[in-house]
């Protein structure tokens, strides 16, 4: 049996965890045994506190290579938002691990959204592009955008972002429960899932809803997920007295079946790389009006729509309550044409994994 170190997972609900989550629930328990990086890690009897950061960089050091060195692993799969560190990967080199993955699930670092990177930032990352084959031997993406942005001239290989795409078929069932929870009948219900962190652009998602409202006073719109500007986008919602149309769902499980109970999804990312959400909202045949800045390669089915986000909420409120009413279509056979099946996904990463004798 080869045992995997997971390097990506987290409490968050994000598109990565859902990633992981997926695929480790694909690969076949009798080859593989998953352990995840993790605060706290428990491996044949001994725990295991990793350091919180790399700020005291001696002690972490010699803790991953006290960690590597005591625990065999076959393979490190590093996802990963950004390339300002690759410390595992070089560790994990040092220690023999003979599969080593990284996998790009982004265009663009966080960091540079509200304040400009600092130049040991910038020369770091610069460093990291210029030197990952030496320390990973698989260079994977989202996108053709994400392998891009991560690795600049290095040659990767795509791997999509499978889902279970039966999960997310329109259920009509579904919609029904959901909205009877929420007390939504009729009205057309806008939806903007994911985190509610800068990259999201949540408080422009708030601004969109707004227009939305104006232009059809019944509409409700919804936050689904959590997040550091939370309690900013519910202040400006509070300030505007519209607690009754625009809904926080929180951090849900059940994605799912919101993706029936909604009628259209927006998505105004300042930039992404291949978004999870896009994937379950195309298998649910759910319209999504989304910012230019996400990839084109998004679009399996022809139920995206992409405007500026310079345009204006005006613009894209009109775009949304366009779709709203458009009839439900399957999509499904798209997807696993398209190799978005999670069984498909699974299969491209052992293949990956077994291609590497020790």
């Not at 965890?17 to 009798?30: G, W």
């Not at 990352?125 to 001239?153: H, Q, V």
């Not at 959901?178 to 999201?200: A, F, M, N, T, Y």
């Not at 519209?242 to 990312?269: R, T």
Request: glycine share 6%; hydrophobic share 40%.
């Amino acid at each position: 049996m080869k045992r995997i170190f997971m390097v990506g997972y987290s409490t968050d609900k994000g598109g990565v965890e859902a990633y992981i989550v997926n695929l480790c629930s694909q690969l076949p328990k009798e080859k593989y045994e998953v352990i995840y990086d993790w605060p706290t890690m428990k491996i044949d009897g001994k725990t295991w506190i990793r350091p919180k950061n790399r700020h005291n960089y001696l002690a972490y050091r010699n803790f991953w290579k006290k960690f590597f060195g005591e625990n065999h692993f076959d393979v490190l799969y590093y996802n990963t938002c950004d390339i300002v560190s690759i410390d595992l990967l070089k560790f994990a080199k040092k220690a023999g691990i003979p599969v080593r993955i990284i996998h790009s699930h982004n265009t663009g670092n966080q960091l540079g959204i509200d304040k400009q990177m600092s130049l040991p930032h910038r020369m770091m990352e610069r460093s990291n592009r210029k030197n990952i084959n030496k320390y990973a031997t698989y260079l994977l993406a989202c996108s053709k955008s994400a392998g891009d942005w991560m690795f600049g001239g290095h040659q990767y290989q795509i791997i999509h972002n499978g889902i279970d795409l039966f999960k997310y078929k329109y259920d009509l069932k579904r919609r029904d429960a959901v909205r009877d929870e929420h007390r939504i009948r009729s009205e057309r219900v806008v939806g903007c899932i994911g985190r509610l962190d800068p990259q999201k652009n949540p408080i422009y998602a708030e601004k969109i809803a707004e227009s939305i409202l104006k232009k059809d006073s019944q509409a409700k719109f919804v936050f689904i997920g959590d997040g550091e500007l939370s309690d900013e986008v519910k202040s400006i919602v509070k300030a505007n007295k519209l607690e009754e149309k625009i809904l926080f769902a929180g951090a849900v499980d059940n994605v799912n079946e919101w993706m029936s109970a909604l009628d259209c999804l927006v998505m105004p990312s300042l930039f992404e790389g291949l978004p999870f959400v896009l994937v379950e909202a195309q298998a649910a045949g759910l319209p999504c009006v989304v910012s230019s800045t996400v990839s084109k390669e998004a679009d399996f089915t022809g139920v995206l729509q992409f405007i500026d986000l310079d345009a204006g909420e005006d613009v894209w409120a009109e775009a949304t309550l366009s779709v709203c009413d458009n009839v439900r279509k399957d999509y499904l056979q798209n997807l696993i044409d398209a190799g978005y099946s999670i069984e498909n996904t699974a299969a491209e990463v052992c293949e990956i994994i077994e291609s590497v004798e020790k």
